[in-house]
């Protein structure tokens, strides 16, 4: 048998990030064996050493360096993955931590229901409880399906993962963003058996690091490199209808509109940016025809001024973009078809699933 229950991967940049906060929530907080990997990425490892202090002499904490040169977070990661020998992997945020005793819950619920993959509960910065993936209404711990319970809203593997099953599964390299997109879809709709810890411990996700920078626009297509290879994955190229909606409408939502509002700072920005959105959007509505319908009658005021002929400026377009957080607004909560207002992926079941989620706390 191995020695450890599960290997938790740290990727670190910068002598300022907490590493030893983030190390250390799990070396004390947990009662099963464990280790972890504190990958030095492009920096001097033994800087990073320091930066731990006693923990770096523990012995359940191995400390490797990985000089790429690539400013991505895909590299040290896999390497983590790919050093990884215990049953179940975790991956740590080096500014994160975990609540004490977060990953002995998670064990006890895969024993429970022999999952795949453990999804933790993930607590803000803000104090509050993250509402995604907005599980189904009374299926909160386990059996979950990827589509019905809009597991793509959650975009990183935070929680645990079995390498038995998805030993071989990496992140994406060579994107700009979304690295782990395609790793975390893999084991939300492929997994056999999926366990949602939602009222274990929390991952705490934590805004405190020194050395944070303002995110910059880079050319729109970076952004949306990794549908290349979403799309080049089997299991994706033969997924049901319901799948790959279930997959589009998140991305459209979320991505989509987080990169529109990061390009809509100034009227000539945004007239640079129109045609490559343009280009996503259709690119996204061929992957899932019916994904547009499923959107908000906000959101599709946003996205109809882009499409049309009309001049726009940056002050509509980010009031419009305000708009879509209006959330008892009759349009952020139904879609154009009423046919469609009650839809699993639809904006109403949608966002009273997760307003459920974050009022357990």
Excluded at 2 to 27: K, W
Excluded at 145 to 160: E, F, I, K
Excluded at 263 to 274: G, K, M, P, T
């Amino acid at each position: 048998m191995n020695e450890y229950a599960v290997d938790v991967v740290i990727a670190v940049h910068s002598a300022e990030r907490p590493v030893a906060r983030a190390a250390g929530s799990v070396l004390t907080g947990t009662q099963a064996p464990v280790r972890v990997t504190v990958v030095a990425h492009n920096i001097d490892p033994e800087i990073i050493r320091e930066r731990l202090g006693d923990l770096a002499d523990d012995p359940r904490l191995r400390l490797i360096g990985l000089a790429d040169g690539i400013h991505s977070p895909a590299g040290p990661m896999n390497l983590g993955f790919a050093r990884a020998e215990a049953p179940f992997v975790a991956l740590l945020g080096s500014d994160d931590e975990l609540a004490p005793g977060a990953i002995d819950s998670w064990l006890a619920l895969q024993r429970e229901t022999g999952a795949d993959a453990v999804l933790a509960r993930i607590r803000l910065a803000s104090g509050g409880v993250d509402p995604y993936p907005p599980v189904r209404l009374g299926r909160r711990v386990r059996d979950l399906d990827g589509a019905r319970d809009r597991l793509a809203y959650r975009s990183a593997p935070l929680g645990m993962v079995s390498r038995e099953r998805f030993g071989g599964l990496r992140l994406t390299t060579g994107v700009g963003s979304g690295e782990d997109l395609a790793y975390s879809l893999t084991v939300w709709f492929t997994g056999a058996r999926l366990a949602y810890d939602l009222a274990g411990p929390a991952y705490i996700v934590n805004g405190d690091a020194g050395d944070r920078v303002t995110s910059e626009a880079r050319p729109l297509a970076e952004d949306f490199a990794f549908l290349d290879h979403l799309e080049a994955m089997p299991w994706f190229a033969q997924a049901p209808a319901r799948v790959r909606e279930a997959v589009v409408v998140k991305l459209i939502r979320m991505h989509v509109f987080d990169a529109l509002l990061l390009r809509a700072n100034s009227d000539e920005q945004l007239r640079e940016n129109r045609a490559p959105f343009r280009a996503v959007l259709a690119r996204l509505t061929r992957l899932s025809p019916s994904a547009p319908g499923l959107l908000s009658l906000a959101d599709r005021r946003v996205l109809d001024a882009l499409g049309s002929d009309t001049e726009l400026d940056a002050v509509s377009v980010r009031a419009m973009i305000a708009a879509r957080s209006r959330y008892t607004s009759p349009a952020v909560l139904l879609t154009r078809s009423p046919l469609r207002w009650f839809h699993a992926q639809a904006p109403f079941r949608t966002l009273l699933a997760g307003a459920l989620i974050t009022r357990r706390g």
